[in-house]
């Protein structure tokens, strides 16, 4: 069976892509139109993953649920490590917190984790297939009465123990700036140096979530979204440059205040 990119992790490194040649009476069938599909999704996760970075776009903020020990993600966008594209268009179904352990661990893990204080919840990408519909033609002696039609983007929560990795604020290159000028070497050695590999997870991290006592709901000051990567887009840049060099944040943009 052919593997394409629907069933692997999307774009396992740097690779080279090939799309369809179109030819007068050329004869298209599931091979030429997956792989129309998979030259595009590739592309487009490449660029994602390479140009915009990870991390969540706009909402997904992480809630107390109205009732109950759980949580709720409300509406919003974000890109995974992989680069491609979650879409939660609506509030979340509540989220189960786990209860505290009975007692801490013998051995506890390494570094400071805590897993009977805290846990972190992480959003991945998930597709479905759907939509049975019948098939028609039978496939060298395999018949089968329907297949799916469809292959939904979805997305899936994890609660992980203990919190997430702290968000890296340091600066990645090394004499970024020299006597008050842009260091451009610097930034040419970054670039050359490798192409960043794809990460064996490709969730990203929501919120840590202070593990209330007993069957307590967790309270609002319970949940810490600090623990999430942000998508940079060219507005949030401008406004970081422009506080930066001390201008005022009100500016005209388009017409608005």
Known sequence: MQITLRDARPCDGIHSF???RYFYGKLLDVFHFELEQDYLNGKRWLLNRLISGYGVLCGLDVQPAE???AVVVTAGAA???GGREIIVPCTSEPIAIPPRPATKPEQPPPGSCEPEDYVHLCIC???CESDPAPVLVDDCGQATSCSTSSIMERYKFIIRNCK????CLESGVADFVLNGRLNYY???ERV???CPDLPADLCIPLANIRLPSGEDPPQPADIDINARPIVYSNDMLFDIM????GEAPARNRGGKQ
């Open 67 to 69: 009732s109950g020990r």
């Open 18 to 20: 090939v799309r369809n």
């Open 192 to 194: 050359t140096r490798s």
């Open 186 to 188: 610097a930034l040419v």
């Open 164 to 167: 997430a990795p702290d968000i």
């Open 125 to 127: 990408f998930q597709q």
């Open 242 to 245: 422009l506080a930066l060099a």
């Open 79 to 81: 890109l995974d490590r």
